[in-house]
């Protein structure tokens, strides 16, 4: 059972372009959804999370979309540079639980930025 | 900075071996979790704990076990290996007030 299924599994975008890559779940109980990037050799590091009482967050080039009705939720990257290639992750959790059950992952995304 | 320290890298071992993977935090975290990595299949809970010797399994338990003897340090083990746990094994560490996962770099195991 895939709770949190990502899209697209690979994106190749242009220098500039806006990276887009889209993530849906299924289990109603969740209520907190970060994003995940990995550059090759690391582990993959925070990138920027939303909670279902917003519907938008942004943190400089990277913005997350949050439909709650739809049970979908979206990483935008405006301006994608090369320096943004690596995976991405969404996943989501249970923040009134403090996360501590741990988070469910999408499947992931190789995004390559041509230059 | 928050350290999440896995003891290998690279771990290369023959079937049915039992097989010791080790993971040290150094921010006093109460949880932390074991991931294996697979390309196209993303990251997939094995285990967790969320105090000293309590453990609780995650989505993929079989096959693996798991100690937390003190606060800081999670070991996942392989009781006898097998080539489909041949893998990337991910240790995270919690920080439940910031809500947010810090990983170490991984152990590339594979079972031969």
């Known amino acids: 059972q895939q709770q949190v299924k990502q899209s697209p599994q690979s994106l190749i975008v242009q220098k500039g372009g806006i990276s887009i890559i889209n993530c849906a779940y299924e289990?109603?109980?969740?209520?907190?959804f970060p994003w995940y990037q990995q550059f090759p050799g690391k582990g993959p590091a925070l990138l920027i999370a939303?909670?279902?009482?917003?519907s938008e967050k942004k943190e400089g080039r990277f913005t997350i979309s949050f439909n709650k009705s739809a049970k979908q939720f979206s990483l935008h990257i405006m301006d994608s540079q090369p320096g943004d290639s690596a995976t991405y992750f969404c996943a989501a959790t249970k923040y009134s639980g403090g996360g501590a059950d741990g988070l469910t992952f999408g499947k992931g995304t190789h995004l390559i930025i041509q230059p | 900075d928050v350290k999440v320290t896995q003891s290998s890298r690279y771990l290369v071992k023959r079937t049915g071996e039992k097989v010791f993977l080790e993971c040290v935090q150094d921010m006093d975290h109460e949880n932390m979790f074991w991931y294996r990595q697979d390309p196209g299949l993303g990251l997939r809970l094995i285990y967790f704990?969320?105090?000293?010797?309590?453990?609780e399994k995650g989505d993929i338990p079989e096959g693996y076990s798991v100690s937390r003897e003190k606060k800081e340090r999670f070991s996942l083990i392989l009781e006898s290996a097998s080539t489909n746990q041949t893998s990337m094994y991910l240790c995270?560490?919690?920080?439940?007030?910031?809500?947010?996962?810090?990983f170490g770099q991984g152990t590339r195991l594979t079972v031969v």
């Open positions: 939303i909670r279902p009482d917003v």
């Open positions: 995270a560490s919690w920080d439940s007030l910031n809500t947010e996962a810090f």
């Open positions: 704990s969320y105090d000293v010797k309590m453990k």
């Open positions: 289990n109603t109980a969740f209520d907190y």
